[in-house]
C-alpha cells in the first residue's frame, strides 16, 4: 500500500463524537422531509435555468435554417466560428470562474452569470453582420463558463453521493424539457414568418429566450445556494443538511472554501482518474458541438423542410426525459452503475453517426437516416453521468474544483473541435465528420472503462488493508466523515469509497 492510503487522524476543527453527535439529533422522517424540500426548491430551478443553457447556445442551429446565415451575411465558415467561439470564451474563462464559486457565495455569483448570459442571447437578435455575432456569442459563452459545473458542485453539497447522479441528471433532462418548449415556440414563430414576408423569425427566437433567461436568473437570486447560503431553510434545517451529507467523506459546503490548497492541484496532476475525467469531457463533446451547430442542417439534406425538422426534434426529447429518470432511477437503487451506464449510452449513438455516414441522401433513406440520427439522442448521458462522478469521488475542495474545471475544458476542447470538423466542402452529407463522431464516443467507452478498472483496483486495495488492520465496515465509514471535513483527498483518506 502506497503513502496515501496509510491510515493517519491529524487533528482537526471537528471530531468523530461531534459528527455522531450532529447526526444523531435528526430521525430518518426528518432527513426525508427535508430531502423533498431541497428537491422542490431547487431542482425546478435549476431543471430549468439547464434547459435554457443548453437551448440558447445550440439555438442559433435552429437560428440558422430560419435565416440567420443569410440575413447576417454569413459566408464560408462563419457560421461554425459562432459555435467555436463560444467555447472558446468558455475554455478561458473556466478556472476563473470555478475560483469564484470557490471564494464568493455560490448562488450569488451563478445568478449573476445566469442574467448576463440571457442579455448576450437577447442582444443576438438585434445582431447585423458576423462580428456583432461572433462577438455576442463569445460574451455567451464566457457567462454561461461556469453553470453547468457550478450546478454539479451545489448537488454534491445537498445530497449523498447514492443521490448524485439522479439528482445531476434531473436539472440535466432540462435540455430535453426546456428543447421541447423551445421547439415547439420556434415551430409557432417559424409558421408565422410565412404570412409576413421578411420578418426575420430567427431574430424572434433569441428575444424569447433571452427574456426568459434573464427572470431565471433574477429568481435564482433568491433561491439558489448551498445550504449555508439560502434563506429558506432554518437554522436547526441547515444543520440538518449538513449532516446527511457527511457521509460523502467530502466535507459540507463551506470545507475548504477559504484556503486554495496547491498541495491538492498536484495531486491531480499524477491522480489517472483527473487524466480520464478531461480525456472523456473532450471525446464526449465532439459529436455534441458537431450537433449543437448542424443536426439542424443535417436534417435538411436528409429532405425535410425547415419546420419538420424542428418538429422531428420532439421525439427526441421525448425519449430522453424517461430514459434519464430510469437512469437515476438504477442508480439510486443499485451502486455502481453509473459508468456501465455511460459506456452502454454510447453504443446506440456509435451505430447511429456511422449510419449517417454511410447511407446516401436519396429519397428512399430520408427516414431511416433520421431514425439514425434520433440514435443519437443518448451519448449525452455518459457527459452528463461522469460530470456526477467527480462531486462524489473527489475528496478535497480545491481538487475537487480543479478536476471540474479540467473536464469542462476537454468539454470545451471537445465542443470547438465538433463545430469545426463539420466543413462546408463536405456538405451536404459531411462524412468525415460523422465518422470521427463515431470514433471518438467509441474511445470514449474504453476511457470510461479504464477509468472504472482504477476505481474498483482502489476499493478492492482499500477494502484488503482494512481487513488487514481489523477495521469493522461501521468504523472506516465514522473514520471517512473525520477525513472529510478536514478537507483531506480521496487519495489521503484511506477510508474513502469510491462510486463507480
Known amino acids: 500500500m502506497d503513502s496515501k492510503d496509510e491510515i493517519e487522524i491529524k487533528q482537526g476543527e471537528i471530531t468523530l463524537t461531534q459528527i455522531e453527535d450532529i447526526q444523531s439529533r435528526y430521525t430518518d422522517e426528518e432527513y426525508g422531509r427535508l430531502r423533498r ?53 468558455y475554455l ?52 454561461e463558463c461556469c453553470i453547468s459545473p457550478g450546478f454539479i458542485l451545489i448537488v454534491g453539497t445537498w445530497y449523498t453521493t447514492r443521490e448524485h447522479a439522479a439528482r445531476a441528471l434531473v436539472f440535466q433532462a432540462g435540455f430535453a424539457g426546456v428543447g421541447a418548449f423551445f421547439d415547439l415556440t420556434a415551430y409557432g414563430i417559424g409558421s408565422s414568418s410565412y404570412k409576413i414576408p421578411g420578418s426575420e423569425p430567427w431574430r424572434y427566437m433569441s428575444f424569447c429566450l433571452g427574456g426568459l433567461t434573464i427572470l431565471s436568473g433574477a429568481l435564482c437570486l433568491f433561491l439558489l445556494g448551498t445550504p449555508s447560503e439560502v434563506h429558506w431553510l432554518s437554522s436547526d434545517e441547515k444543520n440538518m443538511a449538513t449532516a446527511r451529507i457527511l457521509d460523502n467523506n467530502t466535507g459540507h459546503d463551506t470545507t475548504g472554501t477559504k484556503q486554495w490548497k496547491w498541495e491538492q492541484v498536484r495531486e491531480c496532476l499524477v491522480d489517472p482518474t483527473f487524466w480520464f475525467a478531461g480525456l472523456s469531457g473532450f471525446l464526449g463533446s465532439v459529436p455534441n458541438g458537431g450537433l449543437t451547430a448542424f443536426a439542424g442542417i443535417l436534417n435538411t439534406t436528409f429532405g425535410f423542410t425547415n419546420l419538420q425538422t424542428v418538429l422531428l426534434h420532439l421525439p427526441k426529447y421525448a425519449m430522453v426525459i424517461p430514459y434519464f429518470a430510469f437512469v437515476g432511477w438504477a442508480t439510486m437503487k443499485r451502486n455502481n452503475l453509473r459508468m456501465w451506464f455511460m459506456i452502454n449510452s454510447n453504443i446506440p449513438p456509435f451505430v447511429g453517426f456511422l449510419l449517417i455516414a454511410m447511407l446516401p441522401n436519396e429519397p428512399r433513406y430520408k427516414w431511416t437516416k ?65 465518422i470521427v463522431c463515431a470514433g471518438c464516443l467509441g474511445l470514449q467507452m474504453l476511457v470510461v472503462l479504464m477509468w472504472r478498472i482504477v476505481l474498483v483496483r482502489r476499493n478492492n486495495r482499500r477494502d484488503r488493508r482494512m481487513r488487514e488492520l481489523g477495521v469493522s465496515e461501521e468504523e472506516r465509514v465514522k473514520l471517512g466523515k473525520e477525513l472529510g471535513e478536514k478537507d483531506c483527498t480521496d487519495l489521503d483518506n484511506p477510508f474513502f469509497r469510491y462510486a463507480t
Open 370 to 434: 433520421w431514425g439514425a440520427s434520433f440514435m443519437t439522442s443518448s451519448f449525452i448521458v455518459a457527459t452528463f453521468l461522469s460530470w456526477s462522478i467527480i462531486p462524489s469521488n473527489v475528496g478535497g475542495r480545491t481538487k475537487r474544483t480543479v478536476i471540474m474545471a479540467f473536464s469542462f475544458l476537454g468539454y470545451c476542447s471537445g465542443n470547438m473541435v465538433g463545430s469545426q470538423i463539420f466543413l462546408a466542402k463536405d456538405a451536404p452529407r459531411y462524412i468525415p465528420a460523422t
Open 37 to 89: 424540500k431541497i428537491d422542490k426548491y431547487l431542482l425546478p430551478l435549476m431543471f430549468l435555468c439547464h434547459g435554457l443553457q443548453a437551448v440558447d447556445k445550440s439555438c442559433v442551429g435552429t437560428q440558422a435554417i430560419f435565416g440567420l446565415r443569410e440575413d447576417t451575411g454569413l459566408v464560408d465558415q462563419q457560421f461554425s466560428w459562432l459555435t467555436t467561439i463560444f467555447y472558446i470564451m
Open 92 to 143: 478561458i474563462f473556466e478556472l476563473p470562474s470555478m475560483l469564484l464559486l470557490q471564494r464568493y457565495p455560490m448562488g450569488r455569483v451563478l445568478s449573476a452569470y445566469i442574467i448576463l448570459w440571457g442579455l448576450a442571447v437577447l442582444c443576438i437578435g438585434f445582431a447585423q453582420n458576423f462580428t456583432q455575432l461572433v462577438t455576442l456569442r463569445a460574451l455567451q459563452g464566457l457567462f
